[in-house]
């Protein structure tokens, strides 16, 4: 195997070559983190199965691809860095060693080094061409020359973290099936997707497959996609406009209606192949997070199994980057809280073993992804008592387990004993859930002690289009996301009451809600005063159902989202607005900042009184 070329090691620095392509290194960076990428999922399955040839042949071809590239384009330092982490894995191929526990902290090191020099250079390219040398290059450049599986640490005993949250008291059923899959090496975490085969070839040329024209791709700027995206938006706005004209109502223009329709009919199937061209994978979200899991398992002195599902599913990109954080939190809890040590599982009758699900999978036009751990579970009295400590509540009298169990999600909640370095300073559960309100989505708790936790978030598929049911408030139009309507119902005198301390109230179906009148929270004039002359749709989930008071319905439609724009900013309980087929506005509502600003607002009486009071 030809060596790389030696760099110099007497700077901290260095500068991006004055005749290097600018054309080709974006496209170098992509594909390079990509092969990084890939390469660290195989690395995670190698450590479960440490004979598993095909796994070491894709992270050798990954880290063979970066040398040879870098070099091409005269990146020597990455060129050298990545050759010798090749020779490891060709040590490994060769079986000249084992690959050990040892073996594996180091190849996953070269992974997370070799991601930072490209960061390196990308950060390069954009800026004034300085290149500084990460801190830890040398150190780990001369860890992969020296290496020596006889000095290797599998023997060391891993430190275990002081920082147990007991909020976690796991779901035993869940565990039961784990013993089929590949055990991991004592006090790490692997990935493992059930029903996958071993990870796949980075470059299906290098195996012999071309694959098939279905599969053929070509690199576009995000720029240029999102403006095409926007184009379409505006191309549909401009046929609802048209299909909406006076013209059309009279009933003489028969044969220039079946155009438009025609017409509409295409704009439609344009706009959603245009859509689906943002959609991504959840791939490689899922398989960062297998690393998250293995590192967090490591410092904890734990032994947990990642399994994944569905990873095949696809959402939009912009969306992907927003979800990305709230998981890394959400697994790590889950990791470090949810999942006992295994002295502890042993002695409550568990496999030392804990498991960590992560599932994906589409339900009524949405995305769930559900993170499911067999740890300790969450115990509603501890939770009580810190939120009352906190003065979050007074008592939890009338709450029911998903409400307390929401109250995790307050900035700065934490049960947990001891501070670490992994966790329990209560400041990643807030940022969970304002990510995930912010693109739209909603997450769901539930819990039993010692049968584990399952978080649900529910996204939809795109933020760019809104599937909505346009309804009229007086003389203004909202429109309500679909995926949080339950059903509308003209009520009967009998449904309705008031309840002392909570104002209106309407009994469908054994279940009693809150009435919310839409009118007096958004100071609408003319509309419906009397819940008999007019529609309750019941909105929400669990114990936060509410009905919201609207005049009429006047139909299902998918709206183009836009934002209200600087001059407004922020609207509380507003989540954007769209253009309707007459030209007019339409407010998209934010269903659950809605009923929470309801909630804390009098809506007794219409806004300008209760202003003036």
């Given amino acids: 195997m030809a060596a790389a070329p030696a760099v110099a090691r007497n700077r901290q620095e260095d500068r991006l070559p004055d005749d290097a392509d600018r054309d080709l290194l974006p496209d170098f960076l992509t594909e390079s983190n990509e092969c990084i990428t890939n390469s660290e999922a195989a690395l995670l399955q190698l450590e479960a199965n440490p004979s598993d040839e095909e796994a070491v042949n894709t992270v050798f071809r990954a880290f063979h691809t970066v040398k040879g590239t870098s070099a091409f384009l005269g990146l020597t330092r990455i060129a050298e860095f990545a050759h010798e982490a090749e020779s490891l894995l060709s040590r490994v191929r060769d079986k000249e060693i084992a690959y050990t526990r040892g073996c594996a902290d180091l190849s996953l090191r070269s992974a997370d080094m070799l991601k930072a020099l490209l960061m390196v250079v990308e950060k390069a390219l954009n800026g004034d061409g300085r290149m500084p040398i990460p801190e830890g290059f040398f150190e780990l450049l001369d860890a992969l020359a020296g290496y020596d599986p006889a000095r290797d640490a599998d023997g060391v005993q891993l430190a275990v973290s002081s920082g147990s949250d007991d909020i976690f008291p796991t779901l035993t059923d869940g565990a039961d099936d784990a013993g089929a899959l590949s055990g991991p090496v004592s006090g790490i975490a692997v990935a493992r997707k059930p029903e996958a085969p071993v990870a796949q070839s980075a470059n299906n040329a290098s195996t012999g497959n071309s694959g098939s024209n279905a599969d053929a791709t070509i690199r576009v700027r995000t720029d240029r996609l999102d403006r095409l995206i ?6 549909v706005i401009a046929q609802s406009m048209i299909a909406g004209d006076d013209t059309f109502g009279s009933g003489t223009q028969h044969e220039l209606l079946r155009k438009v329709t025609h017409a509409g009919k295409i704009v439609r199937e ?4 245009s859509m689906s061209m943002r959609m991504v994978p959840l791939r490689p979200t899922f398989q960062k997070l297998a690393r998250v899991v293995r590192d967090t398992a490591t410092k904890a002195g734990k032994t947990v199994q990642f399994v994944t599902d569905g990873d095949e599913v696809e959402i939009d990109r912009t969306m992907v980057d927003r979800l ?12 470090d809280h949810g999942v006992e040590p295994p002295a502890e599982r042993t002695a409550n009758g568990k496999p030392g073993l804990g498991v960590v699900r992560l599932h994906a999978y589409h339900a009524s036009g949405n995305v769930v992804v559900e993170l499911v751990d067999d740890g300790r579970g969450l115990h509603r009295d501890k939770i009580v008592k810190k939120a009352i400590e906190k003065g979050l509540i007074e008592t939890d009298k009338g709450m029911t387990d998903s409400e307390v169990f929401n109250l995790i999600f307050a900035p700065g909640f934490s049960t947990a004993e001891k501070i670490t370095d992994i966790s329990g300073r209560g400041v990643g559960m807030d940022v969970v859930r304002r990510n995930l309100e912010a693109i739209r989505g909603r997450i769901d708790i539930t819990s039993a002690p010692g049968k584990g936790t399952t978080f649900s978030i529910r996204l939809p598929l795109t933020l760019a289009v809104t599937d909505g049911m346009l309804v009229r408030v007086g003389d203004e ?10 059903m509308s119902f003209r009520p009967e005198p009998s449904m ?3 309840v002392v301390g909570k104002g209106e109230m309407v009994h469908l179906r054994g279940e009693l809600m809150p009435i919310l009148r839409l009118h007096r929270l958004f100071d609408v004039a003319n509309a419906v005063q009397n819940p008999l002359d007019g529609l309750l749709m019941i909105v929400g989930d669990g114990a936060k159902r509410t009905a919201l008071l609207v005049d009429e319905l006047l139909g299902q439609q998918q709206v183009v989202a836009k934002t209200l724009g600087d001059g407004l900013g922020k609207v509380a309980g507003v ?3 769209a253009i309707l087929g007459d030209g007019r506005v339409g407010l998209i509502l934010d269903v659950n900042e809605t009923v929470a600003l309801a909630q804390s607002t ?3 009486a219409p806004r300008h009184e ?3 009071a």
């Fill in 230 to 235: 926007d184009m379409v938006g505006e191309l």
């Fill in 270 to 273: 344009l706009q959603d192949l």
């Fill in 324 to 335: 990305g954080d709230p998981l890394v939190h959400m697994v790590r809890n889950a990791v």
């Fill in 477 to 486: 139009r909202f429109i309500i996301p679909l995926t949080h309507i339950h």
């Fill in 496 to 498: 309705l009451s008031t």
């Fill in 575 to 577: 989540s954007g607005g």
């Fill in 602 to 604: 009098d809506c007794s």
């Fill in 610 to 612: 209760r202003e003036a």
